[in-house]
Nanobody, 115 residues
Framework: QVQLVESGGGLVQPGGSLRLSCVASRSILSITSMGWYRQAPGKQRELVASITNSGNTNYAGSVKGRVTISRDNAKKTVYLQMNSLKPEDTAEYYC?????????WGKGTLVTVSS
């Protein structure tokens, strides 16, 4: 059963922008935080940004200043606005929704930054 639906990935030139979206199923209750991780080939999955339902945010140092995470609690949706993208941002981006009942991972959306 699909619990998270991610969208917004694609090919973009260096310096360009993308906006990722992740919609959580209404069946997921008591969400505590939502966030985005990424994994490049041969590397471990790493946190990009996260946000609690109260609005507290956390960003990886490599994206700070270029990325903004936001959410719509009513729609159970988290967004990742990425600007000034660099080739090193190329990775599979995964949505993570944490709840009192457990963690849920999306299947990923690919972001490729290349000329």
């Amino acid at each position: 059963q699909v619990q998270l639906v991610e969208s917004g990935g694609g090919l973009v030139q260096p310096g360009g922008s993308l906006r990722l979206s992740c919609v959580a199923s209404r069946s997921i209750l008591s969400i505590t935080s939502m966030g985005w991780y990424r994994q490049a080939p041969g590397k471990q999955r790493e946190l990009v940004a996260s946000i609690t339902n109260s609005g507290n945010t956390n960003y990886a140092g490599s994206v700070k200043g270029r990325v903004t995470i936001s959410r719509d609690n009513a729609k159970k949706t988290v967004y990742l606005q990425m600007n000034s993208l660099k080739p090193e941002d190329t990775a599979e981006y995964y949505c993570l929704v944490r709840s009192l009942g457990g963690d849920y991972w999306g299947k990923g959306t690919l972001v490729t930054v290349s000329s």
